[in-house]
């Protein structure tokens, strides 16, 4: 058992779905780069070396939306509007105000992340089509006020924009200016990859999967969101001011819906959330941009105007029916393609577990002394319209110890459990832990305080591997957010998350699935690996919704003696379960609910005989509380 | 001065009832598919450059619009099942994409048959009005009588008929809407079918007065969609209410204000709202879908 632990370069940690998976890949794919944008000035022809600049500058809006779509899951059809903020300003303080070239740059690029911020505020809360429609609504916004303005030089724009000089050297021609560009856009790339890869992008990634268990992490969606957009926006306003610069006039239609189209259409084919698929993808449509107004005008006699729209639907259409991934998936089927007709090694031999071994328990919190009131909840009714779903419950849960919530279906158990969790806020009542009030929040901030949950229904990272999973679960122990993310400065902390991952995973015997996608393990060990999770974000108090559903026997007693040692060692267990007997043996008190009402409380030994539990629990037939009741007692 | 008002209140609503019915059209598809469909402005484009180029052509003016909704119903219905239906994992995010980039391929397709000319259909027949010194045009009385009838009818049609509520009842409860006797493809179909009537029926009535252009769909539909967001995308009735009054706006800030403001104002009523109010002039908003 000595594998595991070994930390190995943080790049392993990636989903396996992505091609360029490594640190290893964005440094090879950086230097091709750069030797690639070396030498096309000096081959390529003059029309291609314009058409080569544009894609260059356009790569950058690409990159930005790429991420809005990959990592916040929303799609923004006004990536223009925030390119056209970023070129009017720049163009604007460039020839009204002669400020110097890198503050205008500056300023421009911070503009566009304004409005970006302003927009993102009320916007990102919603989930949906919406952030789609207000960007779309905002590039048409922004559109008008630079044609109607005189401030924006109306139709005519702002124009009369010099050349940029870098340390000396003016930057006259496209080959010059292609060289401009490029160090940009490759520092780009890094900052976004390495944002895909930091403990921020993964959260991202995370929430595309099961919003509920990440947010059960403490990860707060609405704020990354939001700085995911003002970032995409950044991106953008780049892009404007290269954009000014090449052009030298900046006019209303820049910051139009075609051109946002086209951003669009870049990330489509690109791949959706893939950094390399936008450049790629501002190329092709460049260049296929160029093609089609060539060719289409030869092929239907009489065609004029922007033709070229035709090849864009056409594409468009062809690609996300045939090829929903774009590039990056052509590239993966290419590659694996290639791998399994060249005879590698064999696999590795699969980590042979050692059952019997004692293995450590995961570290947990433990901020009370046992015995004192970790959780309280006070009052809590629950009504949806007329039904009551709970009614003025009590519970004190001390620190230390395992409660049990049982109660017959629909008594009011999930509710309770979702109140708790945070999923849910309660009519009235309230919820304490650790002295403050969770009941109403968002689920990570109880999470942030120490509370994390599993899922009956499991709630998996399904686009990462197993350790991936647990990982996620170390996200609460981070620090490291965007900026840190982007720059890479946090290979020290993603190490060492990287160990407890594995240290948790061999505790529950599944570090023979470590690197399997967690999506294809059979159903028990999705649930255990769900455990394990949650223990990485060392909670004070762990609740567990339905956990022995679907375990079989021997995982049942695996996973009951689990929670034993943890409960020893200082951990706080709420468990909602079906199975009585289970329960009954493991919790150390149990909470009947019935119809909404808390009906007992108590040590298990008393719950069980109460009257009230036995006529409305386990039915009022004699003869079936008998039958359960010996049953009971060959379990305990 | 009130003259002036009222007058801009006329063109203001003519305008408005066409946002309205593409409005109607777009909350057909989305209650069933929960698609927003992008290319809903098109549908009106593709019937009015049609129809203009039949009666060019030489057909009556009444068979042309027949022919013309009716062709353009067919491209909607080869739309859903062509495209729309073949996409696995149609989440909101791709059905945005896919229909935009519908749009861009019936714009391009309207681009190289018909050119980049505005057309026009010839006016329906009728008397122009004139009352208290307002004139009203004849082809505005048939843009808000095509509302009316339209309009009204599709919307009496999802609330009222049984198979209309199993349909709107489709995209939540497959399996309830398949006991009244629709599948969901029929329903997909259905809606697809609704959408594109509506949209051939817009551009019948407008083009003889504003014109089709292969270009002009994407705003227009637009449009609609700003009264379908006024709508919370589910109430026909706040949506045509919504639709008019954004209509009326628009005519009131071109008239008093500055023409090239025009376009703007959906654009900005359609942020404030959803900063605001998601569910639009809905007053009793059932579930806002977050």
């Given amino acids: ?636 | 001065m009130l003259i002036d008002f009222l007058q801009l209140t006329v063109a203001g609503l003519s305008q408005g009832s066409v946002y309205a019915l593409l409005a109607v059209g777009l909350i057909a598809v989305y209650t069933v598919r929960q698609v927003v469909n992008i290319a809903q402005g098109e549908f009106a484009m593709l019937a009015g450059i049609g129809g203009a180029w039949l009666t060019a052509a030489g057909m009556p003016l009444i068979v042309a619009i027949f022919v013309a909704i009716l062709s353009v119903t067919l491209v909607a219905i080869a739309v859903e099942r062509l495209i729309v239906a073949r996409v696995k994992n149609l989440t909101t995010l791709f059905s945005m994409i896919v229909t935009l980039s519908v749009s861009i391929l019936l714009q391009a397709i309207m681009l190289l048959i018909w050119g980049p000319e505005a057309r026009g259909l010839p006016r329906f027949p009728g008397e122009n009005l004139l009352i208290g010194g307002v004139s009203i045009r004849s082809q505005e009385l048939w843009m808000l009588g095509a509302l009316i009838v339209v309009g009204g009818g599709i919307m009496l049609f999802y609330e009222k008929t049984r198979f209309g509520k199993a349909l709107r009842a489709c995209a939540e409860q497959p399996i309830a809407a398949r006991i009244v006797g629709i599948s969901p493809v029929m329903a997909s179909v259905l809606a697809f079918a609704i959408a594109g009537f509506v949209g051939g029926v817009v551009g019948v009535v407008s083009s003889p007065i504003s014109l089709s252009i292969w270009s002009g769909g994407l705003l227009l539909g637009l449009k609609g969609f700003v009264a379908a967001i006024l709508g919370g995308f589910s109430s026909f009735r706040a949506a045509i209410v919504g639709a008019l009054l954004l209509g009326v706006i628009e005519a009131y800030v071109a008239g008093y204000v500055a023409s090239g403001l025009r376009d703007g104002v959906a654009f900005l009523i359609l942020i404030l709202v959803l900063t605001f109010r998601t569910q639009g002039l809905v007053l009793k908003p059932t579930a806002v879908r977050v």
């Fill in chain 1, 1 to 636: 058992m000595t594998d595991s632990t070994a930390p190995t370069f943080v790049g392993n940690l990636t989903p396996r779905k992505r091609f360029w998976a490594t640190n290893r890949g964005t440094l090879i794919g950086c230097a091709i780069l750069i030797v690639v944008a070396i030498i096309i000035p000096f081959t390529a022809s003059a029309s291609m070396m314009n058409v080569a600049v544009f894609a260059m500058i356009f790569a950058l809006p690409a990159i930005g939306l790429s991420l809005l779509m990959g990592l916040a899951g929303q799609v923004s059809l006004g990536q223009a509007a925030f390119f056209g903020i970023g070129a009017y300003t720049h163009a604007i303080l460039l020839t009204k105000y002669d400020v110097p070239g890198p503050i205008a740059a500056t300023i421009g690029v911070l503009a566009a992340m304004l409005v970006a911020l302003l927009v993102g505020l009320p916007l990102m809360r919603l989930r949906g089509h919406y952030l789609a429609l207000a960007t779309l609504g905002l590039g048409f916004i922004v559109m008008i006020t630079a044609r109607e303005w005189d401030f924006t030089g109306r139709t005519t724009g702002i124009y009369g924009i010099a050349r940029p000089e870098v340390f000396g050297i003016p930057i006259t021609n496209n080959g010059l200016f292609f060289w401009f560009v490029t160090p940009f856009v490759v520092l780009g790339i890094i900052l976004a990859l390495n944002l895909t890869h930091s403990r921020a992008g993964r959260a991202l990634s995370a929430v595309n999967d099961s919003e509920v268990a990440a947010e059960s992490l403490g990860v707060s969606t609405y704020a990354l969101r939001l700085k995911v957009l003002v970032l995409s926006a950044g991106f953008a306003g780049l892009g404007g001011v290269f954009y000014a610069y090449q052009v030298a006039i900046v006019s209303p239609q820049i910051a139009g819906f075609q051109v946002s189209v086209e951003f669009l259409l870049m990330v489509v084919i690109g791949g959706l959330g893939s950094v390399w698929g936008a450049l790629a993808g501002a190329f092709l449509i460049e260049f296929l941009g160029e093609g089609m107004s060539e060719l289409i005008p030869a092929l239907i006699p009489g065609a004029t105007g922007e033709v070229q729209l035709l090849g864009y639907g056409i594409v468009l259409v062809l690609v996300i029916l045939l090829l929903p991934g774009g590039l990056v998936q052509a590239t993966t089927a290419l590659w694996r393609w290639v791998k399994s007709k060249v005879p590698g090694k064999a696999a590795v031999g699969m980590t042979e577990v050692d059952d019997a071994a004692v293995v450590a328990l995961p570290r947990i919190s433990a901020p009370l002394a046992p015995g004192e009131p970790i959780l309280q909840v006070s009052g809590l009714t629950m009504r949806y319209g007329g039904v009551v779903a709970l009614d003025a419950v009590n519970l004190t849960v001390p620190a230390g110890t395992i409660l049990g919530l049982i109660g017959p279906n629909g008594a009011g158990k999930t509710t309770c459990f979702n109140i708790i969790s945070g999923t849910l806020a309660p009519t009235s009542g309230t919820v304490t832990f650790l002295g403050r009030t969770i009941s109403g929040r968002k689920p990570h901030v109880a999470a942030s305080h120490g509370l994390t949950r599993t899922f009956q229904n499991l709630q998996i990272f399904s686009s990462t591997d197993v350790v991936g999973n647990v990982y996620m679960g170390r996200y609460r122990q981070g620090r490291a957010g965007i900026l840190r993310g982007m720059l890479g400065l946090q290979a020290h902390e993603q190490r060492s998350n990287r160990g407890v991952a594995h240290d948790i995973l061999q505790s529950m015997n599944l570090t023979d699935v470590a690197h399997e996608e967690a999506g294809s393990l059979p159903f028990g060990r999705q649930r255990m690996m769900e455990v394990c999770r949650a223990l990485a974000a060392e909670p004070a108090l762990l609740l567990l919704d339905e956990p022995m559903a679907g375990l079989s026997g021997a995982e049942r007693d695996v996973l009951a003696e689990l929670l034993r040692r943890l409960r020893d060692a200082g951990l706080t267990i709420l468990l909602v379960e079906h199975d009585v007997a289970q329960v009954m043996s493991l919790a150390d008190h149990v909470a009947v609910l019935d119809d909404g009402v808390l009906i007992a409380h108590g040590e298990p030994e008393v719950v069980r005989n109460d009257p009230a539990v036995i006529a409305a629990y386990l039915g009022t037939d004699v003869d079936e509380v008998e039958t359960e009741l010996t049953d009971l007692e060959g379990h305990v």
